[in-house]
């Protein structure tokens, strides 16, 4: 186990090692477990991420409770339920004084990815994990006509949730999606494979995009990639669709299931860099998607050129409006003021690093205030909607019900829907959510 003598922190900047997946030491059971004692040993000594997640609670609690109070009296199988509740927010690492380039190397996230990719390959995934983590199948069957109004049905009815509860572990209280007949890409069926359109490259970008709707925005939130869409050629900025998109794999990478995530990789990546190889650059309404894109696939796959450049030309759509704002070429004729909004900044757009520009764009409305809650939803991709996390999930959840509570806003958002809907379902005042992109288009009046 490890001895805690080095200091805190460094004088350089934090850096992401990539993930060795393809090893032959990844998997191997003992070394795994040798590296999971070393870095809980270090997270004991140290505790600041006691609040993030239920994950250093439940290892916390674990040494507190054990023999000796230390590490060494703590059983294996606790290390998998700290591995359990992980849901790879990617948090601690921008919190922890021990990630590279200091010589201990934490990468708590990393390790449990590890962790579950190890267990996904040798015991495979319940039945339940499996269709959570296939959105882009389910979507397609949930989506087809009769069958959406069917599901829509069932998910809203306290007898088809306790069914749901009863076979897959789906909790009754988790709040759950509806799915679209009318797709976004059936919406926006003419931008499809529209490479003709130009654009005025500033500031970074090239003033066009082809926006990658995901599984989540194409089936479940259609009107969010439309409000994009509008909002971005307000700007004067170009918007087209790929011919096709698969998942971009963030819910089996939480899973640990890296084979399916370099299916995806194998799926996405050529269609976009032919696109970022004609000049375009590339947006998405989901922050866990983008992120994907621009950490998570060039950690997994470091050698790829294709992925990097992917990689580099993949923004989040306030980045990107943010950037031409400051070369001049935003569209700040604003119609509609929009008053007093609580802003919940999802996790996997704060590890973005990329700053509050979310909140700076709404605030160029005029007669506008924004109280920013930089804290957990606890929805956390499919962690929120299993029955065994759920109690957590909603605990998670709830400084951040109250902070919007308190703050009696006008509207609520978040960046991310599936964390805005978590949220507003607490709230005392209901139908406040709304995403961010879709109050913007609002403002202009458009």
């Known amino acids: 186990m490890a001895e805690i003598k080095s200091g805190e922190g460094s004088l350089e900047a934090p850096e992401r090692h990539p993930l060795d997946w393809k090893s032959s030491d990844f998997h191997d059971t003992e070394s795994l477990h040798t590296e999971l004692e070393r870095v809980f040993d270090i997270c004991h000594g140290c505790r600041r991420c006691f609040n993030l997640c239920n994950a250093f609670p439940t290892l916390f609690d674990a040494v507190d409770e054990s023999e000796s109070g230390e590490l060494d009296s703590v059983s294996r199988p606790v290390y998998w339920d700290v591995v359990d509740q992980c849901y790879l927010c990617d948090m601690c690492f921008s919190k922890c004084p021990y990630v590279p380039p200091h010589p201990w190397n934490v990468d708590f996230p990393h390790l449990m990815l590890r962790a579950k990719a190890k267990r996904f390959k040798d015991k495979g995934a319940l039945l339940r994990d499996r269709v959570l983590a296939s959105p882009e199948q389910v979507g397609a069957i949930a989506g087809i006509p009769v069958v959406a109004e069917a599901v829509n049905a069932v998910n809203r009815s306290s007898a088809g949730r306790r069914l749901l509860e009863k076979t897959l572990g789906v909790d009754r209280r988790a709040p759950m999606p509806i799915y679209h007949r009318r797709t976004a890409r059936k919406r926006l069926r003419a931008r499809i494979g529209n490479a003709d359109q130009t654009g005025q490259p500033i500031a970074g970008t090239n003033g066009r995009t082809v926006l990658f709707a995901t599984c989540y925005g194409n089936r479940n939130v259609p009107g969010v990639v439309e409000d994009l869409t509008v909002v971005f050629e307000h700007n004067g900025v170009a918007v087209a669709l790929a011919m096709a998109e698969a998942c971009c794999g963030m819910p089996r990478l939480e899973l640990g299931d890296l084979e399916s995530v370099q299916r995806s990789r194998n799926a996405n990546i050529p269609t976009l860099l032919s696109w970022v190889q004609s000049g375009w650059d590339i947006v998405s309404p989901i922050p866990s998607c983008t992120l994907m894109f621009k950490q998570e696939l060039p950690l997994l796959f470091p050698d790829d050129p294709g992925v990097a450049a992917v990689a580099s030309a993949f923004f989040d759509p306030f980045d990107y409006l943010h950037r ?123």
Request: proline share 5%.
């Open 324 to 446: 031409r704002h400051k070369g001049g070429y935003m569209n700040t004729d604003f119609q509609t003021r929009i008053g007093r909004v609580a802003y919940q900044v999802p996790c996997h757009l704060r590890v973005q690093n990329i700053g509050l520009k979310t909140r700076d764009i709404l605030l160029m409305v005029p007669d506008t205030s924004i109280e920013v809650i930089e804290r957990c939803s606890g929805h956390d991709g499919t962690y929120g909607v299993k029955h065994q996390y759920r109690d957590a999930s909603e605990k998670i959840a709830r400084p951040v019900i109250r902070r919007v509570n308190d703050a009696d806003p006008d509207h609520f958002v978040s960046d991310c829907p599936m964390a805005g809907e978590q949220i507003a379902q607490g709230l005392d005042k209901k139908g406040l959510y709304r995403h961010p992109i879709s109050l913007l288009r609002e403002a202009y009046g458009i």
